[in-house]
């Protein structure tokens, strides 16, 4: 009997794909157990992890991310209750993962805003969830800012950032802690959130927070932010940024909106919010 030439390829395709989702399976599951049990040492990992290369190098880019989500979907903890977000991005643990993604940065688009908007890059600006510096250090190389605040709630962050970027004022403060006179009392003209930060508050704590930045000028954010807001499997939300601020300045949505550029899936690559 002749086989079907069409149906083997299939079967081998299928078998192919089960053996490919295995390996990277048992691979995961060892590196889990390797970084629970005998994790690189933060100053190796830095080090590592200081090259673009080792980012955009797929054995890298798949170690630091296995380590990632060893640690940020860890249940447990000392007393026993489930972590929350903020758990993690508090711990000393993030750090592994401010390293690994140092280098992935928006450079490209930053740089079309930079060209377009050369004033949204000048006087005193305010970084929510400042990190270790991962956008600041290209920005301090393209530009200067009359004065420059990092808002970040792991002490662990500003501890190592400190040293990096003497010239920055740190806030170690969380986004519900921030002090709702601060933008006036500072003068703040721009206020920078980079890189998924907001999506793991609740729609209330998102208000509560632009309330607090309503005073200024410009209001930047990258890669977050959809047409409508949208919960997603892991309980995050991106948020429609655009019609909140518009209510709260009391403008047309396309006043407000200078700037607002898609990627794939709908989440937005930036959007530039200006009250002018």
Same mark, same amino acid.
């Given at each position: 009997?002749?086989?079907?030439?069409? #149906?083997?390829?299939?079967?081998?395709?299928?078998?192919?794909?089960?053996?490919? #989702?295995?390996?990277?399976?048992?691979?995961?599951?060892?590196?889990?157990?390797?970084?629970?049990?005998?994790?690189?040492?933060?100053?190796?990992?830095?080090? %590592?992890?200081?090259?673009?290369?080792?980012?955009?190098?797929?054995?890298?880019? *798949?170690? =630091?991310?296995?380590?990632?989500?060893?640690?940020?979907?860890?249940?447990?903890?000392?007393?026993?209750?489930?972590?929350?977000?903020?758990?993690?991005?508090?711990?000393?643990?993030?750090?592994?993962?401010?390293?690994?993604?140092?280098?992935?940065?928006?450079?490209?688009?930053?740089?079309?805003?930079?060209?377009?908007?050369?004033?949204?890059?000048?006087?005193?600006?305010?970084?929510?969830? *400042? =990190?270790?510096?991962?956008?600041?250090?290209?920005?301090?190389?393209?530009?200067?800012?009359?004065?420059?605040?990092?808002?970040?709630?792991?002490?662990?962050? %500003?501890?190592?950032?400190?040293?990096?970027?003497?010239?920055?004022?740190?806030?170690?403060?969380?986004?519900?802690?921030?002090?709702?006179?601060?933008?006036?009392?500072?003068?703040?003209?721009?206020?920078?959130? *980079? =890189?998924?930060?907001?999506?793991?508050?609740?729609?209330?704590?998102?208000?509560?927070?632009?309330?607090?930045?309503?005073?200024?000028?410009?209001?930047?954010?990258?890669?977050?932010?959809?047409?409508?807001?949208?919960?997603?499997?892991?309980?995050?939300?991106?948020?429609? *940024?655009?019609?909140?601020?518009?209510?709260?300045?009391?403008?047309?949505?396309?006043?407000?909106?200078?700037?607002?550029?898609?990627?794939?899936?709908?989440?937005?690559?930036? %959007?530039?919010?200006?009250?002018?």
């Amino acid at each position: 009997m002749i086989k079907n030439p069409s #149906k083997m390829s299939s079967r081998n395709w299928e078998t192919n794909g089960y053996l490919k #989702k295995n390996i990277r399976l048992l691979f995961s599951k060892l590196i889990d157990l390797q970084h629970r049990l005998i994790p690189i040492p933060i100053f190796l990992w830095r080090y %590592i992890y200081s090259f673009k290369f080792s980012y955009d190098f797929f054995i890298t880019r *798949f170690y =630091g991310q296995e380590c990632f989500m060893s640690s940020y979907y860890d249940k447990k903890r000392i007393n026993g209750n489930s972590r929350s977000n903020l758990d993690y991005w508090s711990s000393r643990e993030s750090l592994y993962w401010h390293y690994w993604r140092f280098n992935d940065k928006n450079k490209s688009r930053l740089l079309d805003l930079y060209y377009s908007f050369p004033n949204l890059f000048k006087g005193r600006v305010l970084e929510i969830g *400042f =990190g270790i510096g991962r956008y600041y250090s290209f920005l301090r190389d393209l530009t200067s800012f009359d004065k420059y605040y990092g808002l970040e709630a792991n002490y662990f962050c %500003i501890k190592e950032s400190e040293n990096n970027f003497p010239e920055v004022s740190f806030i170690n403060k969380s986004i519900n802690q921030f002090d709702k006179n601060f933008i006036d009392e500072n003068e703040i003209d721009s206020v920078y959130i *980079f =890189g998924g930060v907001l999506f793991y508050l609740s729609p209330k704590e998102l208000d509560n927070f632009f309330l607090k930045v309503i005073n200024c000028k410009n209001i930047l954010i990258l890669d977050e932010g959809a047409d409508q807001d949208l919960k997603r499997k892991d309980n995050t939300i991106m948020f429609n *940024f655009s019609d909140r601020i518009a209510k709260m300045w009391n403008k047309k949505v396309e006043e407000i909106v200078k700037f607002k550029i898609k990627k794939r899936g709908g989440i937005y690559s930036a %959007i530039l919010l200006r009250n002018n």
